[in-house]
């Protein structure tokens, strides 16, 4: 039997009742029968293709193909024998670890682990054609696998006890995982006819479940997510990206350097550019050390020769690509930009890696507007998937598609965005933030509220991603917009400023130089600067006290409930208006980049998916309600498109984008 590529079930189908003949009885069958079948595997066999090939009674693979049972990553679990075969081919352990990662394994870690018969460079149809000449005079009982018993390990209890906390860690309050640990164990302590039945049951309390439907979800947003179109009708799939062969950063900061490594160790040459000899050596330093880490992990040579340190812009005349990734000031930028006008050779396309400042301002201080675009890197550069492809209204397709095309080459997931203070990721967390902050004056703790969002399922709070990131880069965000002045007295701050509520609690905490884990103290308190075990800190207790006692604040219980809905509606509110702006494409860009860029837990959806599963009316009528106990508020007041859609009926979020009837689109 050929398998070339058989990536499993259609997971389009799983909207509705799965069609067609059921796969149980099928391959049962065909295990069963008195004729040898071996499979020959090209490609991939995922899911029911690797189920299939399970149940052959040879297995011959390419030595290109990768296999898996990923149905955990769409919130279900292999339905078709997958968690009574693998215990019993390869053991518990083993098929434990697979079937709870999902992960793809390669031709030579299957045959290391029993799972195939031989490897081969040839056709494998030819090898499995030979070989099941071979085979039919042997006998086929000890190759039906369904009849093996599973190696039992004497512990088998606390080996799944371990595995359930271990998943359990990982991926908080994710079901999928632990109805595989429950499957296997059927595996282990029942005859095949009865784990087969277990199997099944676990999969129907899955299949239809909040979380299944966000993950898989999750595995169309991801793939649509990089199908852009513009307002001239260019778009993904009739723009040529041109080829990058060599690239510079400008400024070899973290961002700089996450982004030079990214470069770099996919084959790019790199040219990293600093403004004095000591910022150059140390970027150099860290650049080649991150380089070589990265390197080891992977088992491959660190690509060193490919990069090249410099305090001159001129040396920079021949390369295809620059990403300018200087300090978070306009001006500052303006100036490179201008520089590079000049040096650059005329086809030298310039990026930018700010993180929320005017693209196309930057594009009209250069001669030549339509190569500019904004590359959006998220810290850390070289770890974080998500890029933000900025696209200004001068921005030419071409350019568009080679930053799109570049990013999928560094292994980023590539959103394109639409040109906007913070674009979308950064444009929706002010809402999120400010919500945060506003609990904090009414009576809730940072660590209350992070607890809420990480029981939520985000790998991070609010207040321990904030210290992580830095308190002091939204404080100077905060001084650029003109929230804060010499004219605000520090020593009785304002609470409302350009006519809207405002918490000067961050700015108090970055006054005494709590800046988060690179100071040792921030909205909690760590062992040492650099540290990253987050301690409740008495003194942000006391502060947060003070505050409300001198604005005559009278703290009350505030739910976990009030949390989530307070911070993630007002985040989707603002996903709303950027829909409404043009500024994303759609709900699943939006999606996409809180997945990618933020933590959103994928079982989650998004912040735009979640908002459709809660309920648009729900989401509507809350955010009505808190908009009432809090006027001063704009960002709680619900979007004109959250209340046209409401008054559609709530359409599934894949059909929103017939609603939007955005006359300004940027995209
Ligand atoms: C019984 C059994 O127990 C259970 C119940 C199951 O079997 S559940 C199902 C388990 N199987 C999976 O989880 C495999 C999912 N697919 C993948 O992991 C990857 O696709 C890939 C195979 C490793 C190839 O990656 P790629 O990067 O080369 O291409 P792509 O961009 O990802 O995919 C190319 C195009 O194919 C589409 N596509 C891929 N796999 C699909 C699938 N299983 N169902 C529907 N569409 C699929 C995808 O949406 C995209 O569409 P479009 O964007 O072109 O319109």
Not at 200 to 206: K, N, W
Not at 273 to 300: N, P, W, Y
Not at 368 to 378: A, E, Q, T
Not at 520 to 548: C, F, H, S, V
């Amino acid at each position: 039997m050929r398998m070339c590529s058989s990536a499993g079930a259609d997971i389009r189908e799983f909207a509705g009742p799965l069609r067609g003949p059921p796969l149980v009885p099928l391959l049962d069958a065909i295990e069963a029968g008195e004729k040898p079948v071996v499979a020959a595997i090209e490609g991939v066999a995922l899911g029911g293709g690797f189920e299939l090939a399970l149940v052959c009674h040879y297995r011959i693979v390419h030595f290109k193909a990768r296999l898996g049972l990923p149905e955990v990553t769409l919130g279900i679990l292999p339905a078709a024998g997958g968690t009574q075969r693998l215990p019993r081919l390869i053991g518990i352990p083993a098929a434990l670890e697979l079937i709870t990662t999902g992960r793809h394994i390669s031709a030579q870690e299957a045959l290391k682990l029993g799972i195939v018969d031989q490897v081969t460079e040839q056709n494998a149809c030819e090898l499995a054609v030979e070989f099941a000449l071979r085979a039919v005079a042997k006998p086929l009982s000890s190759r039906r696998v369904s009849m093996l018993t599973t190696p039992c390990p004497p512990d088998l209890d606390a080996l799944l006890e371990a595995v359930t906390m271990q998943v359990k860690r990982k991926a908080r309050g994710v079901m999928a995982p632990l109805a595989c640990i429950q499957a296997v164990r059927a595996a282990a302590t029942m005859p095949y006819s009865k784990g087969i039945k277990r199997e099944s049951e676990l999969m129907a309390t899955l299949f239809n479940s909040g979380q299944a439907r966000a993950l898989q979800y999750c595995f169309f947003a991801q793939r649509t997510a990089g199908k852009w179109t513009l307002p001239s009708g260019a778009q993904w799939n009739n723009s040529k990206p041109r080829e990058i062969r060599s690239a510079a950063i400008i400024g070899l900061g973290t961002m700089g350097r996450g982004i030079v490594v990214s470069l770099a160790r996919v084959g790019i040459s790199v040219i990293a550019v600093e403004s004095e000899k000591k910022l150059l050596e140390t970027g150099k330093q860290m650049v080649i050390g991150m380089l070589e880490r990265d390197a080891k992990r992977r088992g491959v040579s660190a690509s060193l020769n490919l990069l090249k340190f410099t305090l001159s812009l001129q040396d920079l005349k021949d390369v295809d690509l620059v990403i300018e990734a200087v300090f978070e000031d306009m001006a500052l930028k303006k100036r490179v930009f201008q520089e590079l006008s000049k040096v650059c050779r005329p086809a030298t396309l310039l990026c930018t890696n700010t993180s929320g400042l005017d693209v196309d301002a930057l594009a009209g201080v250069t001669d030549r507007p339509h190569l500019v675009v904004g590359m959006h890197f998220f810290s850390p550069a070289h770890v974080m998937k998500l890029l933000e492809v900025v696209c200004g209204p001068r921005s030419s397709s071409e350019t568009i598609a080679t930053a799109m095309s570049l990013g999928k080459r560094m292994g980023k997931v590539s959103v394109a965005v639409g040109n906007c203070p913070g674009f979308v990721g950064n444009r929706m967390l002010k809402p999120y933030l400010d919500q945060a902050t506003f609990l904090l004056e009414e009576g809730a703790t940072p660590e209350q509220i992070d607890k809420a969002l990480e029981d939520f399922g985000f790998a991070m709070g609010v207040f321990r991603m904030s210290d992580l990131a830095g308190l002091d880069v939204g404080w100077r965000v905060r001084k650029e917009s003109g929230l804060i002045g010499p004219d605000v007295d520090p020593k009785n701050p304002p609470r409302r400023r350009q006519g809207r509520r405002y918490c000067p609690i961050p700015d108090m905490v970055c006054e005494q130089g709590r800046f988060g884990q690179k100071t040792g103290r921030g909205w909690y308190m760590y062992d040492k600067p650099g540290g990253t075990n987050a301690k409740p800190d008495p003194l942000i207790q006391n502060l947060l006290e003070m505050y409300r006692s001198r604005y005559g604040i009278q703290p009350r219980n505030i739910s976990d409930q009030e949390i989530i809905e307070r911070c993630l509606f007002a985040l989707a509110n603002e996903g709303f208006r950027i829909l409404e702006d043009g500024i994303a494409a759609r709900p699943e860009d939006i999606d996409v980049i809180y997945l990618f860029g933020y933590g959103f837990p994928r079982h989650g959806g998004g912040p735009m998916f979640y908002a459709s599963m809660v309920g648009l009316e729900r989401v509507l009528e809350r955010l009505e309600h808190y908009h009432q106990a809090h006027p001063d508020v704009p960002h709680l007041e619900p979007s004109p498109l959250l209340k046209k859609l409401v008054a559609c009926g709530s359409p599934p979020v894949q059909k929103w984008r017939e609603h939007i009837k955005t006359m300004h689109s940027h995209l």
